[in-house]
C-alpha cells in the first residue's frame, strides 16, 4: 500500500511540473522548463524509492552494461552495409517501377483500350 501511496505522489508531482509551465506562462521558457524538469526529477526520486522504481532503476543499470558489451561495427563496415541497402533498394524501386508500367500497359492498352 505504501508503494502505492508514493507512486500516486511521484505522479502528483510529475503533474505539479507540468502544471507549473502553464502557469509560469509570463515568465523566460527556460523557468518554465525547469519547473517542469523539477516536477519530473522529483517525482523519479519519489518513485525510486517503491519497489517498482528500484526494478526499473536495476533494469536501467543492466541495460547499459549490456549496451557496453555490444560490438559496433566499424566506419568501413557501416559505409558497406549502406550501400549494400542503397542498392538493394533501388533495385526494387526499378523493378517495382517496371512491373507497374507493365501492369499499367497489359490493363489500359490490351484490355481495356484505353491508350490509343
Known sequence: MADKIKFVLALMLIAAGVVGFYLLAEQPMIL???????GVGAGAGVA??????RQFFVFG???????KKVVWPTRKETMQ?????FA???V?????WLTDKGLEWV??????????
Open 48 to 53: 525510486a524509492f517503491t519497489e517498482l522504481g
Open 81 to 85: 552495409m549502406t550501400g549494400a541497402v
Open 88 to 90: 538493394f533498394v533501388l
Open 32 to 38: 518554465r522548463v525547469l519547473a517542469v524538469l523539477a
Open 61 to 67: 543499470r543492466e541495460s547499459v552494461i549490456e549496451a
Open 107 to 116: 490493363l489500359y492498352d490490351l484490355v481495356l483500350g484505353w491508350k490509343q
Open 92 to 96: 526494387m524501386a526499378v523493378i517495382l
